[in-house]
Structure formats: C-alpha cells, structure tokens
C-alpha cells in the first residue's frame, strides 16, 4: 500500500514540475506576442508593469480574476461553462508526452505522437461549445468556422506526420528525437516543414487565419458572450495550444531536445535549454506572421487547406516512401 | 539549476511490480470507465435535446478509447480518438447544431403520424441484439480464443508494429478493398451533391498573377455628350 502512494505522490510530484512551469511561460509568452507584434509595428507594446513591462499578464490574470463572470441568460448554463474548462484541460493534457530532455518526460508511451494528435483534434470542442452554448449568432458563426477549419488542417497535419513516421519507424515521440542525430528533419523534409507550420497556424487560430474570432466581421467570435476568468481560460488554452504546436514542430522537424551537432560549444547547453530555445523560435516566427500577415477570406482559407496542402503533402508522402524504398533506407526493427 | 536534471525529476523504473494493490486501482479504473460508457450511451438515447445526445455520444466514444487503452490496444484506443470523435462526431455536431432543435422536438415527440420507420428500426433493433448474443457467447463458452488464433502477440512489439504486420500481409486484399469503397463512396457523396453555380465571382490566382499593365489599361478618348462603355 505504501509503495502504491508512493507512486502516486511522486507522479502528481511531476505533474507539478511540469505544469507550474508551463503555466508560467504561457503568461510569459503572451507578453512576448505582444512585444514582438509591437517592435514590428514600430509600437511599444507593454512596457509599464513591470521591468520591460514582464509583470504584464500578471496584472491581466488579475484583472480577469476580479471581474465578474456573467453568464447570458438565454444560454445554455452547464455547456457554457463547460467550454473554457474543456479548452484548457486539452491544452494541457497533451504536455504529458512532450519530451524535454531523454529522461525528462512524464509520460513516454508508445503512440506519443497519435496521442498528440488526438488531443488536438480533440481542441475543437472547446470552441464549438462555446459557440453553441452562447446562443447567439456571431458566436455560433463563429465556432462553425473554425470547427470546419480545424477539421481541414488536421488532414495535412496528419499526412505530415506520416511523412515523419515513415523517416523514424516508431510513433515513441523520444524515439522520433533520436532518429534525428543525423540529420535534423526539417532539412530534408523541408517543404513539410512549412506545411506543417502554417497548418498549425490555422489548427490553433493564429492570424491569418484566426477567421473564428475576426474582429471585423464577429466582433470576437465565439468568445463574445464570455467574460472575466472564462474568458481568460480561453484565452490561457489558445496559448498553451500555440505552444503546443511549436513543441510538436520542434520535436517533429527540428531535432527536439538535441543539439545541432556534437560538437563543443552546444554540447555545454542543457537538452532541456535547447528545447525551450526551439520552441521559443517557433513561437516568435508564429508572432511575427501575426504581425505582417493580414488575414485571410474564408474561402482562401479553404481551397489553401483542400486543394494546395492536401495534394502537396500527399505527394510528398509518395516522394519520401519511394525515395526510402529506393536507397533500402527504411527503418526495420 | 540543472532544469529537469535528475535531482528534480524522479526517475522510476518502467516496471512497477503486479501488485494486488496495482490490480485494485486497474479494476477501479475498469468499472469507471465501463459505467460511464454505459450510463453515456443509454443518455445518448433518452435525452431529448439533440445536442446534448452528440455530447454524450463523444463523452461515450472517449470512454470506449480509454478501455482500449486499459487492455493494452494503445494503437486501436488513440485512433478511435481521432476519427471517431476529432472528425466524426464534430461532423455530426455540425449538422446537429444546424437544425433547429426545438421545432424538430415537437415534430418527432409529440406526432401521433408517421410510424412508418418503425418496422425498419425493429429490424434494425433486432440484427444488433443479436450480433450483441453471438459477441458475448463467443467470448462465454471460448474463454481461450485467443491461444487458438494464428496472431502471435509479442509483449515487445508494439501493437502498432503488429497490427500493421496483419493488415498490410495477411489481409492487404481485404485492406485495399476498403479504401477502395471509401474512396468510391466519396467521390459519390462529391458528385451527388456538388452543383456548380453560375452567376457568381470566382477568384483565379493564375489570372490575377499573370495580369499585365498592357491588356488591362487603356486610354480611351472620350467623346462629349457620348460618354464611354466600360465593362464589355
């Protein structure tokens, strides 16, 4: 009985290590889109609170946690409420299996990258409850497009994914890390690589596809009936999701946790530290598409996902698969 | 600070020993999952709100998943996850959510007409109870099904690993065949509902891109009292 507690503290031990943390950077990583998004415009940006303004998205939590949560009268209560929490919880739940380092993983199951990918197919609900539940019409309008966006953009990214699976031959996430000491993926699976990075643009509604919330046309999409500290969780979840994705792409196309090369000066950095710094350069180039990209219509959106990035990716998945085959490259165990 | 160094982060060995106290909590995880599955499905069916009856029916499907999972079928239990509820469901919603939920309530509840679909749901009904009967008497009176299939189940191989050595050797003919009814059934589904409308703008990337300033400016002398013609 005691070894069995055991377990169970030293895991929700590690649960925590892994969750404060993150939890934190998301705030961080707010004010850093902020920042970025400002010096490209030749703004400021937030620079009040705090040194350079880093106590920021503390003093919003704050705000958010103190405003009062008003829930529309024609709403439908439990599916309302229900819809920030769900956002969150999937956005964190997928943090499980993103190794930092070879040791420094919670959870290293065996299907790691389909359980990603589950996840975040799992992220739509969160915006489509909203969306419902609001019972109003932009919400509603709202949700259905993104629900519809997120469903195309999850083929390409799921035909990616085979493109990697088919260069490692294991779904482990650490063994997808390993099989990169060569060769970092993104080199000769390039192409992919930028697929890859505007479809998890539009997966997690960053500009220029952030059609579900445009402000222009939905005031702000299916958040507009929400308020307060629900608001905040949407918008905490967005977050952890677009970190998300810059994990998965680091770990899918830019070697995870290892280091360019072998050699004496990036070995003295930590696996973990050149983790963080690939997700980090992942994220600043999605803020800075934010920046000077301008949005795009609907039915770009579309024909971009079905009919440029499907077939493209299709073809590059016959491209690798025959190229393996050809040179008896194929992974066997 | 070393982060994630091995000061901070426990490391505990892979395999945690069988304990009757290990079983408990697998059984405790078992009948959770299984009740509300149950409980789900049967909601799915009484709740009178379309809506919450998808909601429960993913609440089901997630649930299903993790059973899967328990029993070791990782590979089967995350792709339940993706198609079922990451693309199956959200379609379902979609067209739910569309319908007007209230009008349609009163129709199918409160009609005293059209009790024609009830002879096809018997049907239906009564074809699903009885493939439940042969499912639990195979699994009653052949406990040991499983020592008599040709399938040799390796504990280290991955049952990823092992079910695509089935599918794409064995059965490939049966494999292929299935994707070749999918496929046929969509191009169907394109093809019935597609309809090409006419009368309204279309964008063509080549054409805006392959405009040139010769063919789309023109100077054109206009004449008084006469006006010029554009758009021709």
């Known amino acids: 009985m005691f070894e069995y507690l055991n377990i169970i503290f030293l895991e929700t031990y590690k649960i925590l290590y892994l969750l404060i943390p993150i939890l934190v950077s998301v705030a961080m990583i707010v004010w850093l889109d902020r920042r970025v998004w400002a010096l490209v415009q030749k703004r400021r940006g937030?620079?009040?609170?705090?040194?350079?303004?880093?106590?920021?998205?503390?003093?919003?939590?704050?705000?958010?946690?103190?405003?009062?949560?008003?829930?529309?009268?024609?709403?439908?209560?439990?599916?309302?409420?229900?819809?920030?929490?769900?956002?969150?919880?999937?956005?964190?739940?997928?943090?499980?299996?993103?190794?930092?380092?070879?040791?420094?993983?919670?959870?290293?199951?065996?299907?790691?990258?389909?359980?990603?990918?589950?996840?975040?197919?799992?992220?739509?609900?969160?915006?489509?409850?909203?969306?419902?539940?609001?019972?109003?019409?932009?919400?509603?309008?709202?949700?259905?497009?993104?629900?519809?966006?997120?469903?195309?953009?999850?083929?390409?990214i799921g035909i990616i994914i085979i493109n990697v699976l088919l260069c490692v031959g294991s779904l482990n996430l650490s063994e997808i890390v390993l099989a990169q000491k060569k060769i970092w993926f993104v080199i000769p699976l390039f192409p992919?690589?930028?697929?890859?990075?505007?479809?998890?643009?539009?997966?997690?509604?960053?500009?220029?596809?952030?059609?579900?919330?445009?402000?222009?046309?939905?005031?702000?999409?299916?958040?507009?009936?929400?308020s307060g500290m629900m608001y905040a969780m949407f918008w905490l979840g967005e977050y952890a999701n677009i970190l998300l994705m810059c994990a998965m792409g680091s770990i899918l196309f830019l070697g995870g946790w290892l280091p360019p090369t072998e050699m004496y000066p990036f070995v003295l950095i930590p696996s973990t530290l050149w983790m963080i710094l690939k997700i980090l350069f992942l994220f600043i180039l999605f803020s800075l598409v934010k920046a000077i990209v301008p949005r795009y219509r609907y039915d770009q959106l579309m024909k971009l996902g079905w009919k440029i990035f499907l077939p493209l990716s299709l073809a590059y998945v016959i491209i690798t698969a025959s190229y393996l085959y050809y040179f008896d490259l194929l992974p066997t165990n | 600070m070393a982060i994630g160094g091995k000061i901070f982060w426990p490391l505990i060995s892979e395999q945690i020993n069988h304990t009757d106290n290990t079983m408990i909590a697998h059984t405790i995880f078992f009948y959770t999952f299984s009740l509300i599955a149950i409980i789900s499905s049967i909601l799915v069916i009484v709740s009178k709100n379309t809506v919450h009856s998808v909601f429960f029916l993913i609440l089901d499907f997630i649930s299903i998943s993790c059973l899967f999972i328990m029993i070791g079928a990782e590979f089967l239990g995350m792709i339940m996850l993706i198609v079922y509820v990451g693309a199956v469901a959200v379609l379902f919603l979609f067209v739910v959510m569309m319908l007007n939920v209230a009008q349609q309530k009163n129709q199918w509840f409160e009609s005293r007409v059209g009790y024609s679909h009830m002879p096809l749901g018997l049907i239906v009904g009564l074809v699903i109870l009885l493939e439940l009967i042969i499912v639990v008497g195979g699994w009653k009176y052949k406990p040991n099904l499983i020592l008599t299939s040709s399938i040799?189940?390796?504990?280290?191989?991955?049952?990823?690993?092992?079910?695509?050595?089935?599918?794409?050797?064995?059965?490939?003919?049966?494999?292929?065949?299935?994707?070749?009814?999918?496929?046929?059934?969509?191009?169907?589904?394109?093809?019935?509902?597609?309809?090409?409308?006419?009368?309204?703008?279309?964008?063509?990337?080549?054409?805006?891109?392959?405009?040139?300033?010769?063919?789309?400016?023109?100077?054109?002398?206009?004449?008084?009292?006469?006006?010029?013609?554009?758009?021709?």
Do not use: C
């Open chain 2, 152 to 232: 040799s189940i390796d504990q280290k191989v991955t049952n990823t690993h092992l079910i695509g050595n089935v599918l794409y050797t064995d059965y490939i003919h049966l494999f292929q065949l299935s994707g070749m009814i999918l496929l046929v059934a969509m191009i169907g589904a394109i093809v019935l509902t597609f309809r090409k409308r006419s009368g309204i703008k279309r964008q063509s990337y080549t054409k805006q891109i392959s405009r040139e300033r010769i063919e789309s400016v023109e100077l054109v002398e206009v004449k008084t009292n006469e006006g010029v013609k554009i758009d021709d």
């Open chain 1, 46 to 156: 937030p620079n009040v609170v705090g040194p350079f303004g880093l106590l920021q998205s503390l003093a919003d939590a704050l705000k958010y946690i103190f405003k009062e949560i008003i829930i529309p009268a024609s709403a439908n209560k439990t599916i309302f409420v229900l819809a920030p929490i769900i956002t969150m919880t999937l956005a964190l739940v997928s943090w499980a299996v993103i190794p930092f380092s070879e040791t420094f993983v919670l959870s290293n199951i065996n299907v790691g990258i389909l359980y990603l990918f589950a996840i975040s197919s799992l992220g739509v609900y969160g915006i489509i409850m909203g969306g419902w539940a609001s019972n109003s019409k932009y919400p509603f309008l709202g949700s259905i497009r993104s629900a519809a966006q997120m469903v195309s953009y999850e083929v390409s």
């Open chain 1, 192 to 226: 992919m690589f930028v697929i890859f990075f505007i479809s998890a643009l539009a997966e997690t509604n960053r500009p220029p596809f952030d059609l579900p919330e445009a402000e222009a046309e939905l005031v702000a999409g299916y958040q507009t009936e929400y």
